[in-house]
């Protein structure tokens, strides 16, 4: 089958190197969703990688806690990092599982968790510690690192929580870490398809086909 306008996936399984975690992170309705409804719609062999979305994760709990955050006005940036990241730590177990059998494609990692809300958040300047925040943090994710993280940074539509300040917070973590961090260009659907595949098979995550 052919993806995009240069890719050619043929009709044989691809899979997703089994123990990856590849992340799609960055701004809102920049095509995050988009891209990981085209990768899961290649030819995977069996076992597939799993594609899920922090915080709401793979379990019916996160699912509600998510809904939550979501549905309800919540007045404390601290009080909305606490519950996405007590989603996290409750999805380790079966993101762990998941990861050892097919790979995982997740959208949002702890990045979001610093972009909106130590840096678009205010947090950073509320008087947070620091070290008590970012603790938390790897806490949670020490074990789990990303293979990669696809960075998208520029929107295709305009959103009120893409603020100056949470993709000040994405160029940070990105100038921290540059071995991770591939910045997605703006483009067609299509291309961005083929750019994403591209990379991965450059990085010895996608075998196959």
């Given amino acids: 089958m052919t993806v995009g306008k240069g890719t050619l996936v043929a009709a044989s399984t691809i899979r997703l190197r089994p123990g990856s975690l590849v992340v799609f992170e960055g701004m809102d309705r920049s095509g995050k969703t988009t891209q990981a409804t085209a990768l899961r719609g290649l030819n995977w062999a069996d076992p ?13 709990l996160t699912e509600a806690v998510y809904r939550l955050t979501e549905d309800n006005p919540i007045s404390s940036a601290l009080a909305r990092q606490l519950l996405h990241l007590a989603c996290h730590a409750e999805n380790m177990d079966a993101l762990a599982r998941a990861r050892g059998r097919g790979g995982v494609v997740l959208d949002r990692w702890w990045w979001s968790t610093v972009a909106y809300g130590w840096f678009g958040g205010g947090l950073a300047t509320a008087g947070m510690d620091e070290a008590t925040f970012f603790g938390m943090i790897d806490a949670v994710w020490s074990d789990q690192p990303a293979d ?22 994405y160029s940070r973590l990105a100038t921290r870490y540059p071995q991770l961090a591939v ?3 703006l483009d067609n ?3 961005t398809t083929d750019f994403l595949i591209g990379r991965l098979r450059e990085g010895g995550l996608l075998q196959g086909a």
């Fill in 183 to 185: 910045e997605v260009p």
């Fill in 189 to 191: 659907p299509d291309s």
């Fill in 148 to 169: 990669v993280v696809f960075l998208f940074i520029a929107s295709h539509e305009p959103d009120n929580l893409n603020r100056d300040a949470v993709r000040d917070g």
């Fill in 48 to 60: 597939a990688p799993v594609f899920t979305h922090m915080p709401s994760g793979l379990t019916c």
